[in-house]
């Protein structure tokens, strides 16, 4: 899906993402489960990344992604994973860590946007609507501050 299309909503559909997934019912009744799924599923998108640049390095095609400093990807993935062990030493049950658990999905909506994927829309007609829903939304907003 090509995600560059819709780079206006960026943020407006990653607060929609967190707040449906840390700022509801949503949260206390599917964590640690669901949160566990959304991370997993970023830390596979580095895990292809990282075997890119390696295979790159193997064909001379790019320089060795550990010179110098951490790669990007190695420090991507020390940080989410370091954001997931906050949540998890935060979490019990109820709502307690939603706050450390929409840090780590900021880091995992931005790893999957960066491929082209969006943790609920699969395809870019879901996307698009979703896009036009949040249009319609701050048409509505922006029309009913009018009056009179």
């Given at each position: 899906m090509d995600t560059s299309k819709f780079e206006g909503y960026k943020n407006t559909l990653k607060q929609n993402y967190i707040g449906n997934e840390c700022e509801s019912d949503e949260y206390r009744e599917t964590q640690p489960y669901k949160g566990m799924g959304h991370i997993n599923q970023a830390l596979q998108y580095l895990k292809e990344e990282q075997t890119t640049e390696w295979k790159k390095r193997i064909n001379n095609e790019t320089e060795h992604?550990?010179?110098?400093?951490?790669?990007?990807?190695?420090?991507?993935?020390?940080?989410?994973?370091?954001?997931?062990?906050?949540?998890?030493q935060a979490w019990s049950w109820g709502y307690s860590g939603s706050a450390e658990l929409a840090l780590a999905l900021e880091m995992v909506f931005d790893i999957l946007w960066r491929h082209g994927k969006h943790p609920y829309y699969d395809?870019?007609?879901?996307?698009?609507?979703?896009?036009q829903d949040i249009q319609d939304e701050m048409n509505s907003l922006s029309d009913s501050?009018?009056?009179?």
């Open positions: 992604p550990h010179d110098g400093d951490y790669g990007q990807i190695d420090k991507e993935t020390e940080q989410l994973t370091s954001l997931t062990r906050d949540w998890l395809t870019e007609e879901d996307l698009l609507k979703a896009t501050t009018d009056i009179p």
